[in-house]
């Protein structure tokens, strides 16, 4: 089986933090159109091409869907639809900002009504913070107040096959009480966030860190540290935790029997083709990725062939190592990596497990939850190359 992903490029505007290659656009600009004949054209190259047609999951991104119109998302879907087989599809994903309100709300009641016959029709909603300040710096086109209206015109929507996520960014902003506790900012809008996860509307939660992004943009004083970031981090993921999500993957936590389908299906290096502008793909042994050149893919060269990559055994056992290990199962059996583990792995291995950063039987590695605070460190010293 087989997974796609699709992305949508054009923002109403770029977020100050984003590095994505997206762009701010005029809505009424051809270049949509012609993007997305572009991308039906891929569709269609890949469906000549890939024997099986069926799909496991769908995802759909880009920032502000609801500005390229419900139906020109519907005409993407059912081409994809017209050349793949539809009938195991597990999961549909659509990702959106929570932004303008009313065209948002419209686009999910379209969808709903479209799809609802789809097992599961997931939404992620890019919320990424409730501090005020966090939000005009970095140039989201909503406060506090728009995202409480939003979501509570949001619960009339939710059907019977919708999965709902909503994702967070730490950007290092906390304070820390009288009584020496660090917290959130503003205890309104604490008590918000915790009476919005224990409501249980929300199926998952995703936590990102934000690394420090030092341009003109974002100054530096406005982000804080690494540690400051972790240890905003550290707080939500408290917060989300108490309320009886399951840290299934490091920035990702659920509700039992929602997680998110279509993210593990990275993490168990199962073949997916990513379609779009930049976009990279992994099938079979083969890693390829299309060109940045807007032009360049509208006219139909898509693959940047520079970056074409054919992985040895040793490329798919270090990245089957470091995906596998990012998830709540972690690795199944050891010794299929020990050719790709630096020599001195066990005394490390030891040294993790005495420190309880990871649960070691010396067949089955799994990360601790403190282990996965600090999985960037203990990849980087188990395995020779990265």
Known sequence: MLSLYIHIPFCASKCAYCSFNSMPIDFSDTLIDEYIEALKKEIDHYADTIEDKQLKTLYIWWWTPSRIWSS????????????????????????????????????????NKKYNKISRLRYSFGIQSFDDEVLKITGRAYNFSSIVEFLRALSKYKQENNVFNFDFIAFGKFQVSKNGFKQLRHEFKRDFFQNFL?????????????????????????????????????????????????????????HAGKAS????????????????????????????????????????????????????????????????????????????????????????LKNYKNEWLILFDWTKLQLTDEGMNVYNSIITDLLIKI
């Open 72 to 111: 020109r998302i519907i005409d993407i879907i059912e081409h994809i639809r017209t050349n793949f087989d539809f009938e195991e599809l597990a999961e549909m994903s659509i990702e959106l900002n929570p932004y303008p309100e009313e065209e948002v709300l419209n686009f999910v009641q379209d969808l």
């Open 261 to 348: 389908i279509h993210n593990m299906v990275y993490r168990n290096m199962e073949p997916y083709i990513w379609l779009w502008l930049s976009a990279s793909s992994f099938f079979g042994n083969k890693r390829w990725t299309n060109t940045w050149d807007i032009k360049q893919y509208i006219q139909g060269e898509r693959i940047d062939k520079k970056a074409v990559q054919v992985l040895n055994e040793s490329d798919l056992l270090i990245e089957e190592f470091f995906l596998r290990l990012r998830t709540r199962e972690g690795i199944a059996d050891i010794n299929k990596f020990i050719s790709v583990l630096v020599p001195n792995h066990e005394s490390l």
């Open 198 to 254: 224990a409501s249980w509307f929300a199926d998952s939660i995703s936590l990102y860190t934000l690394e420090n992004i030092k341009d003109k943009l974002c100054p530096k004083i406005y982000f804080g540290t690494d540690e400051e970031i972790m240890e905003e981090f550290l707080i939500l993921k408290e917060m989300v935790e108490n309320e009886w999500f399951a840290r299934y993957e490091i920035s990702n936590f659920a």
